[in-house]
């Protein structure tokens, strides 16, 4: 069964402490997504990746950083730069080329302890 | 670069009557338009999408329609039923882009 899976689905973070989002995807797309949703908004993109070993800053990557070692992972770490990290967060894949959609994971809930 | 508007911000119709959400986009280059659903707790989920070439596509109780020359395009929901309540987004995208532009989306209410 292809899809994206996002863990942990609930994360706490203590001040001035990084912490690591995993995103799996195993429908082989070449691209990926991180965005960052807030309570009753939209999604915001924080970095994107076309391909392996290669990404791209989104709109609100500040505080954030990303690495793509594999073609199937696309972890977000969520530093103690970012003063306001409490969000709904969700990863994304695609096709690169082409008029193709994105496919959603269910997201990780970071709040602040 | 390209912008979404997407509105209502909210909507809340009787079960049984239909629901319309309207986008409009600005860079006349995008070709692709999917719409996404969001349950609480969950990801988008894509519900249907039209490419430019048509101006309408239609899966049982959902349609698309798109206006290439006005820049909008809309998603019709008939005869609504209580799982239709969620958070619906539109987006837009050209085939050069790598990224998908996303509208601020609609939470849809359902009133038993």
């Known amino acids: 069964d292809g899809g994206i899976t996002q863990s942990p689905k609930y994360l706490f973070r203590k001040e001035g402490q990084n912490v690591t989002l995993s995103c799996e995807q195993n429908?082989?797309?070449?691209?990926m997504y991180w965005y960052r949703q807030d309570p009753g908004q939209g999604l915001r993109l924080i970095y994107y990746?076309?391909?392996?070993?290669?990404?791209q800053k989104g709109d609100i990557a500040e505080g954030y950083s990303v690495s793509r070692e594999k073609k199937e992972s696309f972890p977000l770490t969520v530093t103690s730069a970012q003063k306001n990290p409490t969000a709904f967060y969700l990863c994304?894949?695609?096709?690169?080329?082409?008029?193709?959609?994105?496919?959603f994971g269910d997201g990780t809930r970071l709040s602040i302890l | 670069g390209e912008n979404v508007e997407q509105h209502p911000s909210t909507l809340s119709v009787q079960e049984g009557d239909s629901a319309v959400i309207k986008c409009t986009y600005s860079?006349?280059?995008?070709?692709?338009f999917p719409w996404y659903k969001q349950e609480l707790g969950k990801g988008p989920q894509l519900i249907i999408d039209?490419?430019?070439?048509?101006g309408e596509k239609k899966d049982q109780r959902i349609a698309v329609t798109l206006n290439k020359t006005a820049k909008h395009f809309s998603l019709h929901i008939t005869e609504t039923q209580p799982e239709d309540s969620a958070v619906y987004f539109c987006?837009?995208?050209?085939?050069?882009?790598?990224?998908?532009?996303f509208g601020s989306g609609t939470r849809l209410s359902i009133r038993p």
């Open positions: 994304a894949s695609s096709v690169e080329s082409g008029n193709q959609p994105q496919h």
């Open positions: 429908l082989n797309h070449d691209a």
């Open positions: 990746s076309q391909i392996v070993n290669d990404f």
């Open positions: 860079d006349s280059a995008s070709n692709y």
């Open positions: 039209i490419r430019s070439n048509v």
């Open positions: 987006a837009a995208r050209h085939s050069s882009a790598s990224k998908i532009i």
